[in-house]
């Protein structure tokens, strides 16, 4: 680990971004605020994440606890109404996590978010930020309207019991009964006469800096 984002690492081994411990919660209105994860908001971290993946096609995508990321915000009205997650291997970082609650969609939380990390990743002397996003267009909307635009795609492909067969042969006495796999998506048309379930998942990307 080098550069800027390594520079910042703490004792823990973990980023500590500035604004981190300086500006512990940061009101951005009254009924509002955007401060970072605290472990104790574990619980309903998890609640507003599998709830706001609920209606997207990344449903059945549920963890049981939070994976830690680099950069961890939550926007709190009392309870968690938004996440994002920002992991910073170094000079670009990548959304790893933004989900907000459906109760809570279209008052500016997601945004102000990014906002919030955006300003700590170029505090820093991250250059850019990605993440990868499926067919959603509330989250396409999201992207392109925060200045992200696509660099590529490729297809994710979910091969149900009846389907495996005909993609897989397992060793060992194992079966397949189920595969989730990857392809180029110059074979979009074959995948989806070969599989129900194919997802475009698109790499999105801003510059971040001066
Ligand atoms: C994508 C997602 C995170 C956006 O969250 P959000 O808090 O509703 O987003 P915002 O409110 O910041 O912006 C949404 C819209 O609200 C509107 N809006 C209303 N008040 C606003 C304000 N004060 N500031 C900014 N936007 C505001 C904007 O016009 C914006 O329009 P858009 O759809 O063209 O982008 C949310 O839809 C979500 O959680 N989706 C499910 C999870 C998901 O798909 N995540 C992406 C991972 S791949």
Not at 148 to 169: D, I, K
């Amino acid at each position: 680990m080098g550069g800027v984002a390594g520079a910042a690492r703490g004792r823990t081994g973990r980023l500590s971004l500035p604004g981190a411990w300086e500006r512990p919660e940061v009101r951005r209105d009254p009924g509002r605020s955007i401060r970072d994860y605290e472990p104790a908001d574990e619980g309903a971290w998890l609640r507003c994440r599998v709830l706001g993946l609920l209606g997207t096609t990344c449903y059945d995508d549920v963890w049981p606890a939070k994976r830690r990321a680099d950069l961890e915000l939550v926007a709190t009205d009392g309870d968690v109404t938004g996440v994002l997650d920002v992991s910073v291997p170094g000079a670009e970082a990548t959304i790893e996590t933004v989900v907000v609650h459906p109760d809570h969609r279209g008052l500016g939380i997601a945004t102000a978010l990014l906002a919030e990390a955006v300003a700590r990743l170029e505090r820093c002397g991250v250059r850019g930020i990605d993440a990868w996003a499926r067919e959603d267009a509330p989250a396409l909307a999201w992207f392109a309207r925060n200045g992200f635009v696509e660099e590529c795609r490729y297809l994710q492909v979910y091969a149900s019991p009846a389907e495996v067969g005909t993609a897989l042969t397992a060793k060992h006495g194992l079966e397949p009964v189920g595969a989730f796999l990857h392809a180029r998506i110059e074979r979009e048309t074959e995948m989806r006469q070969r599989f129900e379930r194919v997802h475009v998942c698109r790499r999105m990307v801003r510059g971040l800096g001066p």
